[in-house]
């Protein structure tokens, strides 16, 4: 189920919509952006201004320079020069805030386009017209670099235009009313200059929107990243990153903790001394997994810590893919389950064990019995079943107490164990009943009794031996009763059921024996 909560606790909104941008918000950082790339600029700007203000003195000089001209000039050359020596002070101080740089950059602007528009007065003189179409064409020439140079707000762009333009204009008319085309390039210029001037704002403006675009995406790439690799350092879980050649690059405090090993002992070696000298074949199933077919891999192994012990580790690996999604190498997230695959196992031993012998109990056994039945119904050989009882044990309990039995229990079913092949079945019911399952016997029903009997005489025999506990001898028997199927006629509670019946016709008739289920019970008896 999902929760109504967020990761924080707090409560979720029934119905979230995507957050919008902040139109304003972003506007404003596109212009700091733009302001920052101008301001990176004055520099060549102010040398642009200076230089092409010397070059328009000497082309609009006549022969000798007058007053107002030089001073012209030493204002051009000591405004740049001092525009150029604040700002680099200020850059070195480091104290250029968003404020004064917008004052730099616009009033240095104001001042350097107020000098331009005056020097139309000073160099446009009538009657020369050579000198004059220089003059102009220095000034439309060079206010292209200087407003493509600059990414001013659209409304200073005509600012700065109108001080170099109108004072233009002005003179033009006054000076030379009879060439109205003067006029008209003029007007033609300036409505190209606007037009450009706003086309590269706005072409500024969508590279900078994208420049802050891929700025942010990158911001997040590097947060997620760095959230990844805190997760990585923090996860109680061992991160292992490997190579092709399976040799670590990657080991994470984690990791430290399960297997003893510092990160710098392990970058750059391979897997394999986590691992016993053999390798394993989950290794190479890994890497068939991971390698050949880029396929998740989740099982459990046994490792090796540093001090040699030995531990149960759950290994989680997701193959890492190149752009071209090859297989370059895999991450693995370990946990040591030592502690969970013992407990498992007492729980298991608790549930299919007896716990004073060890054999398997009434729960383990039905299920083994189960098999061989489907087994026998299989194949059609004949299987069987001999439930075993222990005579005269009472005896050692009531004269002894129970301690002395469950010896005695436990030293019968170690006879009882060393009798019958280890590939076959032996439980304890409880108390003194045990139970003994043959399978595999032969085809033919004579030859498999013949084979059942004489394992039964052998348990007899083994239960006939005294038995030594604490220096004193004591001398029990056993009785069986006997099953022999092949079939899945009966299920195992029939068969048991059958066993035991078979068990209380031999007690009844005499003990220390075994008898046959449906045999008919020989006169001897």
């Given amino acids: 189920m999902m929760s109504n909560n967020n990761m924080l606790g707090g409560p979720r909104e029934a119905s979230q919509t995507t957050p919008q941008p902040n139109t304003t918000l972003v506007n404003q950082l596109i212009q700091i952006e733009l302001e920052g790339l101008t301001l990176r600029n004055v520099a060549l700007g102010l ?31 000591c405004t740049g020069l001092s525009i150029w020596l604040w700002l680099a002070n200020a850059k070195r101080a480091g104290n250029l805030s968003p404020s004064s740089t917008q004052i730099a950059i616009y009033s240095s602007a104001v001042i350097c386009a107020a000098l331009w528009g005056a020097a139309s007065p000073l160099f446009i003189q009538a009657d020369q017209l050579e000198a004059t179409a220089l003059v102009m064409i220095i000034l439309i020439t060079l206010s292209f670099p200087w407003l493509l140079l600059f990414h001013y707000r659209r409304f200073f762009q005509q ?12 003179t033009l008319y006054i000076k030379y009313p009879q060439q109205p085309a003067f006029l008209a390039l003029i007007v033609v210029v300036y409505g190209l200059l606007t037009v450009c001037a706003m086309a590269s704002h706005g072409r500024a403006r969508g590279i900078t929107a994208s420049m802050l675009k891929s700025k942010e995406q990158a911001r997040k790439t590097v947060q997620t990243s760095q959230k990844i690799a805190s997760l990585i350092e923090q996860t109680p879980l061992g991160f292992i990153e490997w190579n092709q050649q399976r040799e670590i690059i990657t080991w994470n405090p984690a990791a430290t903790t399960i297997f003893g090993y510092s990160r710098q002992e392990v970058l750059g070696r391979t897997t394999d001394f986590l691992f016993d000298n053999k390798k394993p074949f989950l290794m190479q199933q890994v890497e068939n997994d991971l390698f050949l077919f880029g396929k998740d891999f989740s099982g459990t192994a046994e490792n090796i ?44 031993q608790q549930a299919y064990f007896d716990p ?4 398997p109990n009434r729960h383990r056994l039905m299920e083994e019995l189960n098999r061989v039945i489907a087994l026998a119904q299989r194949n059609k050989h004949y299987c069987s079943l001999l439930f075993i009882d222990l005579d005269h044990f009472k005896e050692i309990n009531d004269t002894r107490g129970h301690h002395y039995g469950d010896i005695a229990l436990t030293l019968f079913a170690q006879r009882l164990r060393k009798v019958i092949r280890t590939e076959e079945t032996v439980a304890r019911l409880g108390g003194d009943e045990f139970v003994v399952l043959l399978e595999n016997l032969d085809r033919e029903e004579e030859s498999s009794r013949l084979q059942v009997a004489q394992v039964a005489e052998k348990i007899i025999d083994a239960a006939r031996e005294p038995f030594l506990i604490k220096e004193e001898k004591f001398r029990i028997s056993c009785s069986i009763g006997i ?3 092949n079939d899945g006629s009966a299920d195992g509670g029939a068969i ?30």
């Fill in 47 to 77: 040398a642009i201004y200076v230089a092409i203000s010397i070059v328009l003195f000497i082309v609009g000089t006549q022969s000798v320079a007058t007053l107002h001209q030089w001073l012209w000039l030493s204002a051009v050359s």
């Fill in 159 to 170: 600012v700065v235009l109108s001080l170099i333009y109108v004072p233009l204009l002005a």
């Fill in 305 to 348: 810590t540093r001090d040699g012990t030995v531990i149960i580790c759950e290994w989680n690996d997701t193959p890492l893919f190149d752009e071209a999604m090859n297989v370059v190498g895999a991450a693995s997230f370990v946990e040591d389950v030592t502690d969970r695959v013992n407990l498992e196992t007492r729980i298991k």
């Fill in 356 to 359: 004073l012998t060890g054999l």
């Fill in 483 to 485: 099953v022999l199927f």
């Fill in 496 to 525: 048991l059921q059958q066993a035991d019946k078979a068990l209380y016709t031999i007690k009844r008739e005499g003990k220390s024996n075994y008898y046959f289920h449906n045999q008919r019970l020989p006169s001897e008896l």
